[in-house]
C-alpha cells in the first residue's frame, strides 16, 4: 500500500505554493493518495490567485477532494491510516483553531488527528506581520508536534520565475512529510 496524505489549502494568500505541493504530492510515485481540503475562502483565494477551482485540483491523479464541513469522513478519525498531513497556505485563524483544538471543520478535525496519533502535520503560515497570539500559536503548535513551516521562499536557487519559488517551497514540504524527493534547486554549497 502506498502512502496517503492530506493537503488543505486555506484562505491566505498564497494559494499557488498549496498547489505546487499538490502536485508534486500527486506526481510521486510512493504517494497512493492524497485527500484535498479547501476552506471556503481558501477557494476563493485559489480563483483569485491562480484561476482553478477545485474541479481543476481534483482532476490531479490520485486527488480526492472532501467536504471541509464533513466531520465524519475518512480523515477525521485517528483509526484512518494515513501517513500525515501539510496546510499551504495555513490562514492565521486556522492556525488559531487548530493550536486551541476547536475543530469545527474537516481541516480542523484533520489536522488535530495528526496531532493526537503524532503523524506530521506540516502548518505553513501565510501572514504578516505577525502578532503575539499568532506568534504563541505557533509556538502551541511546536510544542504539540507540529512542524511550523512559514511561507518564506528561498532565493538561494536562483529561480528563474515564480515557479520555482513555488516547487522550491513544496520541496521543503514534502521533506517534512518524509518524501526526500531529489531536485535540482537544492542547496549544493
Not at 104 to 110: D, H, M, P
Amino acid at each position: 500500500m502506498g502512502l496517503r496524505f492530506t493537503l488543505a489549502i486555506t484562505g491566505a494568500s498564497g494559494s499557488a505554493f498549496g498547489v505546487a505541493a499538490l502536485r508534486r504530492l500527486s506526481a510521486n510515485p510512493a504517494v497512493e493518495q492524497v485527500a484535498l481540503l479547501l476552506s471556503p475562502t481558501g477557494k476563493r483565494c485559489l480563483l483569485d490567485e491562480t484561476g482553478l477551482t477545485p474541479k481543476d485540483l481534483a482532476a490531479l491523479p490520485k486527488v480526492g477532494l472532501r467536504d471541509e464541513r464533513d466531520l465524519g469522513a475518512d480523515i477525521s478519525s485517528g483509526s484512518h491510516r494515513h501517513d500525515g498531513m501539510a496546510i499551504v497556505p495555513c490562514s492565521a485563524g486556522a492556525m488559531g483553531r487548530i493550536a486551541s483544538g476547536v475543530s469545527e471543520s474537516l481541516v480542523s478535525r484533520a489536522a488535530d488527528v495528526c496531532l493526537k496519533e503524532r503523524r506530521p502535520l506540516v502548518v505553513c503560515l501565510r501572514e504578516t506581520p505577525l502578532n503575539r497570539i499568532h506568534l504563541e500559536n505557533m509556538l502551541r503548535l511546536h510544542d504539540a508536534g507540529a512542524v511550523v513551516m512559514p511561507i518564506m521562499p528561498g532565493f538561494y536557487s536562483g529561480p528563474k520565475n515564480l515557479d520555482d519559488l513555488f516547487d522550491t517551497f513544496a520541496t521543503r514540504v514534502l521533506d517534512q512529510l518524509g518524501l526526500r524527493e531529489s531536485d535540482a534547486r537544492r542547496w549544493k554549497g
